[in-house]
């Protein structure tokens, strides 16, 4: 008899991987083979038409991790492409230096790419949606007016020749091919990326970044890569679309072309990998069925857009979504099993209490927590009431680091907690849920619970890019893992559903899941039980004390006095970020002004 | 030539601060940053240039038919692109939404009017000078829309209304205030703001339709450095953009003015991403 995770996950987790895996893979099959069998059936100008997709993909696969992923709005990526156009034609024409072989010009091209991608990606780590857009919309224009002047190299308006690439890509369908190849690759290395720890914490960052924070994803580095590759894939297009134009002059070089990749993107989906491929294709094709539409193309784009971001802002990866338009089961109970516990988190490593002393904070004129004391201890539930305002979910927030506390320490294992540095705390095992779940919604629940393992990932970018070996190792553990969270708070049948599509009471325990990828030492749960059921809360109260016997210490702020009752081994009463009472919860249930004040005669 | 640098620099830059009244105005009554806020500096002058010099209207009738359609299409932005996306859960949908509009406006005006820059009429029947029209004209539109703003926030008690929406919507609405005809009206005013800064250039800029992304940029700087919503520090930052831009013009060319323009906007707002006069956090947990 094998114990019951084993039992569940591996047969589950695999069966759900792989043929998931399978049905998400025939799309792009399809799409190869009629990619490799094209020049049968497309002749002459449809042949141009065909690697002008594939040298647009190029692109738009990096730039779809910025902006379909990360979220980033990045209008003038055009910048790159007309960087990457340039770099390549003026270094095989070798007019300021020696002659290059195109495919030195083009790996040169990649790096100016990367490089240039980094820079005009920077701002987005300080710069809010707007300003960010504004920005990469001014690259756009300014470099295009510095290829305009900067003749003695560019060739100013007049431009300059385009790079031929050597047999056998310098037929028609031989550079075809290589066009389709390179655009091949950039699918399969973005499309590790998506289903990668990366993915789903770029996805976190554009829709929960606090939760993202609380998971330990550190913004900036995982900004950095994304904004690498998308500059080097987009240098890359840039030489090639320079060999498909032949010639390459500023003109070539419009806005409409940025804003052509940006609109394929959003039309294609956002977070999907196939539907900004055919978004691709179909802005590349769309105007060649009819010679009047050339002119009115970008019009026809924007208006798609404005269409798009009214009616269906999921684009054409929504409407291929089939799996999640099945309807869901209407009487679903969550049942956790907290026996499984112990196979999550194995041996916990044992740690002594978290504790504040005078912590204080005030916002302006108001005092939210005014000089407060408390310890949580390992294998404890310590639970935190108050009346609304009293300081409660403040208190939580110093000691995840989205406050800082103005007076006072907050330490783990006797050493103090960084002020500010959020994403450091997951590091430490403290993991939080919040009091409006947030979620990432277009993603499947199970994704969403192996946002909390993120930091238990050993492969780097480069190797998921590459779908490494321990890039494998990597998912296969949080898979698994993940599904062995969910079976513990009773939501492994509703892995597979996207989370937007659950019911309230299923986020909150979706997201004590996500915490306990964690393995916390100290887990903080901001009004778990608001909006639950009594069955519900009763099941959740057996979870919270299960967690507590496997080592965590749990700080529980609620207004459910009874659960607080039952559970808590220790209760602090707040009132006005002061402490109004402390201890076991027979005292405080005796406590004359608690009982006043709070709980009611 | 130091004369004329502070001349077309103070010209200039009465552009760029009249677009960032214009994004102002618009954030103050919905919280939404419009691309088309240079759309319709762009369309000040074409529209402009299409009623007097092509249809041959006088010019106080071709101002005001200019003010009317920035107007009209300022309450187009609101009901098309910014009503149906402030309710949404997805905060960041107005720029996509705004973006798609004013890329319509911008592709229309390519195509019916066509790509070239073409001239604006002369305004007044003055002599050319030093201190030309093409100079003074925006510096003295600049200067009375400020002043109009001022009168309107502070004497009228539609101007109090705007004020109360910019402050808190939420507040207003509770205490009765008609929310959505004042975002209304506000979309109004700022297009005929926006619309009179390309008028009132359009001897210097011309009417062309590549005018709309370029103000677009350079109007969203006085915005940035000036702080959001704030039209005094807009309208300096304006004019020490038009400044700074002119005399780097002036001093290493127009390629690399433009560069430094954009160099010393990403620092500055890598530095201080609220702008040099300041502003609150948000609250984000």
């Not at chain 1, 038409?49 to 055009?78: D, E, H, K, M, P």
């Not at chain 1, 405080?588 to 004040?597: C, D, F, G, Q």
């Not at chain 2, 010099?53 to 359609?69: E, K, Q, W």
Request: aromatic content about 10%; overall charge neutral; proline content about 4%.
């Amino acid at each position: 008899m094998s114990t019951p995770a084993a039992q569940l996950t591996p047969s589950r987790a695999n069966l759900l991987g792989t043929s998931s895996a399978w049905s998400a893979a025939l799309p792009f099959l399809v799409l190869l083979a009629f990619g490799l069998a094209f020049p049968l059936f497309g002749g002459g100008y449809w042949g141009v038409i065909a690697t002008r997709a594939c040298v647009y993909w190029v692109l738009v696969s990096g730039l779809n991790l910025v902006v379909g992923f990360a979220g980033q709005i990045a209008i003038g990526w055009v910048a790159l492409l007309t960087l990457g156009a340039y770099t390549t034609s003026v270094l095989v024409a070798g007019t300021v230096t020696p002659e290059l072989s195109p495919y030195v010009a083009l790996a040169i091209a990649a790096v100016a790419g990367a490089l240039f991608g980094l820079i005009i990606g920077l701002p987005a780590l300080r710069l809010r949606t707007f300003y960010f857009a504004i920005t990469t919309l001014g690259f756009a224009t300014i470099v295009t007016q510095i290829a305009l002047a900067w003749g003695s190299v560019t060739g100013g308006g007049v431009g300059v020749a385009g790079p031929v690439f050597p047999w056998p890509f310098d037929s028609q369908w031989g550079f075809y091919y290589f066009c389709f190849g390179l655009a091949a690759i950039c699918t399969w290395m973005t499309a590790n990326i998506a289903s990668s720890r990366f993915g789903r914490a770029l996805t976190a960052i554009r829709d929960a970044e606090v939760a993202a924070e609380a998971c330990g994803i550190a913004k900036p580095g995982l900004l950095i890569a994304v904004f690498l590759f998308s500059g080097a894939v987009a240098g890359i297009a840039g030489g090639l679309f320079a060999t498909l134009q032949t010639y390459i002059t500023p003109d070539a070089f419009t806005l409409d072309l940025s804003v052509l990749f940006f609109i394929a993107i959003l039309i294609g989906g956002r977070g999907s990998i196939l539907g900004p491929l055919l978004g691709t294709m179909l802005l590349t094709v769309l105007p060649e069925f009819a010679a009047p539409l050339v002119a009115w193309s970008t019009f026809l784009y924007a208006v798609l857009l404005l269409v798009i971001v009214l009616v269906i802002p999921g684009g054409i990866a929504e409407l291929l979504d089939f799996k999640n338009r099945r309807p869901l089961e209407t009487h679903r109970a969550i049942l956790p099993r907290p026996e499984l516990l112990q196979h999550l988190f194995g041996s916990m490593p044992q740690g002594s209490a978290l504790t504040l002393k005078e912590v204080a904070l005030s916002f302006g004129g108001v005092r939210a927590i005014d000089g407060l004391d408390l310890a949580i201890h390992p294998g404890q539930v310590h639970g935190l009431i108050g009346p609304n305002g009293s300081g409660k979910t403040t208190t939580l927030n110093v000691i995840s680091g989205y406050y800082a506390q103005q007076h006072g320490v907050v330490s783990l294992n006797g050493a103090a907690l960084p002020l500010f540095v959020r994403h450091r705390r997951a590091h430490m095992r403290i993991a939080r849920t919040f009091q409006t779940p947030r979620i990432v919604g277009a993603a499947s629940v199970l994704e969403n619970v192996m946002i909390g393992g993120t930091i238990d990932g050993a492969g780097t970018f480069a190797e998921s890019l590459l779908s490494l070996p321990r890039h494998r190792r990597d998912e296969a553990t949080l898979r698994e893992a993940a599904m062995l969270a969910l079976a513990t708070v009773g939501l492994e049948r509703l892995a597979g559903v996207r989370a937007d599509r659950l019911q309230h009471s299923e986020l909150r325990f979706t997201e004590i899941a996500r915490a306990l990828m964690l393995r916390p030492a100290f887990l903080l749960l901001d009004e778990p039980a608001a909006g639950l059921s009594p069955d519900e809360i009763t099941r959740l109260g057996a979870l919270i004390v299960a967690i507590a016997k496997a080592g965590t210490g749990v700080l529980l702020v609620e207004h459910h006095a009874d659960l607080i009752f039952d559970i808590c081994h220790h209760v602090t009463v707040l009132n006005l970020g002061k402490t109004l009472a402390a201890g076991t919860p027979a005292q405080i249930r005796s406590h004359r002004e608690v009982v006043n004040a709070y709980l009611g005669g | 030539m130091l004369q004329s640098i502070i001349l077309s620099g103070l010209a200039i830059g009465s552009i760029y601060a009249l677009i960032g009244v214009t994004y102002n105005v618009m954030f103050s009554a919905s919280r939404v940053f419009s691309f088309t806020a240079g759309t319709l500096g762009m369309l000040g002058g074409v529209l402009g240039s299409l009623f007097i010099t092509r249809y041959g209207m006088p010019i106080a009738i071709g101002f005001l038919l200019v003010l009317i359609g920035g107007a009209i299409f300022g309450i187009i932005t609101e009901i098309l692109a910014v009503r149906p996306v402030l309710r949404s859960i997805e905060q960041h949908l107005y720029v996509l939404s705004t973006l798609a509009l004013a890329l319509m406006v911008q592709q229309l005006a390519a195509i019916e009017w066509g790509t070239d820059a073409r001239p604006f009429p002369r305004l007044l029947d003055l002599a050319r000078g030093d201190f030309d029209q093409q100079y003074w004209l925006p510096m003295l539109a600049c200067i009375a829309v400020i002043v109009g703003l001022e009168l309107l926030y502070r004497h009228t008690i539609i101007g109090h209304a705007f004020l109360a929406i910019a402050e808190d919507a939420y507040a207003a609405r509770a205490l009765g205030l008609p929310e959505r005809r004042l975002r209304m009206a506000s979309f109004a005013l700022a297009g005929a703001i926006g619309a009179l800064a390309g008028f009132a250039g359009g001897e210097l800029l011309l009417a062309f339709f590549g005018n709309a992304p370029m103000l677009t940029f350079y109007g969203f700087i006085p915005v940035a450095l000036g702080g959001m919503g704030n039209n005094r520090g807009a309208v300096a930052a304006g004019l020490l953009l038009g400044l700074f831009q002119q005399a780097a013009n002036f001093e290493v060319g127009g390629i690399f003015a433009s560069v430094a323009v954009f160099a010393v906007f990403i620092i500055v707002l890598l530095v201080r991403p609220e702008g040099l006069s300041g502003g609150a956090l948000q609250r984000r947990v």
